[in-house]
């Protein structure tokens, strides 16, 4: 699937005027790149994963047993226990995008250069290459500093924090619901 999200990301920055379609696109990359050219910044997001999954997991799971243990401490029903997934999930996503966002810039970076956009002039111009994830990285701690790294690190906090403790606080809350329905002689 990960094509899609190159051509999804080639066609949110496109400045040529034109709108693209999804086959224009894949045309116009493998022209000019193969098709591997389909498949720029995917190192970057396979290499970026595994860190990013070890810290959301492991704090997920971390502070749902400290909540869990505080949940217990007020001897709220175990029903009201979703409080701390809610937090886990919550924590989790702040922590793991301190690492996700410059994966995610680095590999959105690499998958629209060569892509011809409007400048502020009125003129075009046209993104820079790189070779690989790690000359993406410098190149852009070079320009623009760590701080280059972090653009939009506050809107995904905003959109992906709520988000995720929602998701692991509904979970876990109709998790308890369901296993509480199975009858004792299933293993309810």
């Known amino acids: 699937l990960y094509p899609l999200t190159v051509i999804k990301t080639r066609q949110m920055v496109d400045g040529s005027g034109r709108t693209l ?8 990359i493998v022209k000019q ?10 190192g970057t997001i396979v290499v970026g994963t ?3 999954r070890m810290v ?6 971390v502070v749902k047993a ?6 217990e401490r007020f001897d709220l029903p175990p029903m009201a ?7 886990g999930g919550a924590t989790a996503s702040m922590c793991s995008q301190v690492l996700g966002v410059p994966i995610d810039i680095i590999s959105q970076r690499q998958m629209v250069q060569g892509v011809s956009v409007k400048a502020a002039d009125g003129g075009s111009t046209t993104l820079k290459g790189y070779r690989n ?6 190149s852009i701690v070079a320009t623009e500093g760590v701080g280059g790294l972090y653009r939009g690190f506050g809107a995904s906090i905003v959109t992906l924090v709520p988000g995720s403790a ?8 109709y998790q308890r619901l369901l296993w509480n329905a199975v009858p004792a002689s299933m293993g309810g």
């Open 133 to 138: 994830g790690w000359h993406a990285l410098r």
């Open 166 to 173: 929602l998701w692991w606080g509904f979970y876990g809350t």
């Open 50 to 52: 595994l860190p990013i």
């Open 33 to 42: 790149r193969g098709v591997l050219g389909l498949y720029q910044g995917f």
């Open 56 to 61: 959301y997991l492991s704090t997920l799971e």
């Open 66 to 71: 400290r909540a869990r243990g505080v949940c």
């Open 81 to 87: 226990h979703g409080i701390a997934d809610a937090a």
């Open 21 to 28: 379609g999804g086959v224009a696109i894949v045309r116009d």
